[in-house]
């Protein structure tokens, strides 16, 4: 069974940069399609972005796109999400999720996830 945990998040200011990364056990990582969701105070969770098996084709949700970049190592079994120009919105618990199959944008064709990492923008 594979275990996903996500570290890197924090308390940064408007503007500024972060790098979330989720780290898996097991021994398939390269299998799985990945993704990132969040899920900001009092709101439900949302798609961030998702990167695919070889060769890591990526989409991202319009509100980050441009500002966030989702990328993968395989041979580290780590994924990551490079934030950059951090807004106050998007201040949220980040979530990594993994599935085997592509599951795009949708939360619930993802079965497993990480306990989830708190990051909070300052303006």
């Known amino acids: 069974q594979v275990k996903l945990v996500e570290s890197g998040g924090g308390l940064v200011q408007a503007g500024d940069s972060l790098r979330l990364s989720c780290t898996a056990s097991?021994?398939?990582?390269?299998?799985?399609?990945l993704a990132w969701f969040r899920q900001p105070p009092g709101q439900e969770r949302e798609f961030v972005g998702a990167i695919s098996r070889w060769p890591g084709s990526t989409a991202y949700a319009d509100s980050v796109k441009g500002r966030f970049t989702v990328s993968r190592d395989n041979k580290i079994n780590t994924v990551y999400l490079q934030m950059n120009g951090l807004k106050p919105e998007d201040t949220a618990v980040y979530y990594c999720?993994?599935?085997?199959?592509?599951?795009?944008?949708?939360?619930?064709?993802?079965?497993?996830w990480g306990q989830g990492t708190q990051v909070t923008v300052s303006s």
């Open positions: 097991g021994r398939t990582f390269s299998s799985y399609v």
């Open positions: 999720a993994a599935a085997m199959n592509n599951a795009g944008s949708v939360a619930d064709a993802y079965g497993l």
